[in-house]
């Protein structure tokens, strides 16, 4: 957990839509429970609904539209210039519907953090709550993990777990994976933060959440 001496690490927080997630670090950060300074709220969608709510918190936005570049290359090194020129340091991916290519992710080499509504390496990608109900496992949940050149492949930081109703539908459950998303994300990415985890191949070591 952060304290008052704990040095700000700059992050940027990239969205698609609302953002809840972004919206959990963000109030983490304010509480002082996170040990970041959020330099840019950035979407890739113009309409995402999270970017008024960040800036009617002062937290600066940012649009960078994918339509606008002929490849993913060529937006995801666009990225990376607005990201470094803001100085950023870590990036939270907070409902980001967008792969990350090399392009990326070699400028910010673990240094990208992710948040998957399922129990990873279970159920990676989309519509991921029905495909757990459909399997029928017990247990679902979610995961913060780095994020590397794979589809919710990286190692994981941090898990919680959410048990399967029998009357469950993908809406009820996700709603009930999303508030332990908002309890982890935050704590998981503090660790990453202040050093307290650090990553050995597929395993991260030390004192995740607590």
Known sequence: ????????????????????????????????????????????????????????????????????????????????????????????????????????LGRFSGRVINIHPALLPSFPGMNVQQKAIDYGVRHSGCTVHFVDEGVDTGAIIAQAVVPILDDDTADSLAARILEQEHRIYPLALDAVLSGRVRMEGRRVLGTGIE
């Open 1 to 104: 957990m952060s304290d008052s001496t704990q040095a700000k690490v700059p992050i940027a927080v990239l969205i698609s839509g609302r953002g809840s997630n972004m919206v959990s670090l963000v109030e983490a950060v304010k509480a002082g429970s996170l040990a970041a300074d959020v330099r840019v709220v950035l979407s890739n969608k113009p309409t995402a609904a999270g970017l008024e709510w960040a800036a009617e918190r002062g937290v600066p936005t940012a649009i960078l539209s994918h339509k606008d570049f002929a490849s993913r290359e060529e937006f995801d090194t666009a990225l990376a210039n607005e990201l470094e020129g803001r100085g950023v340091r870590y990036v939270a991916l907070a409902g980001f519907m967008r792969v990350l290519t090399p392009a990326f």
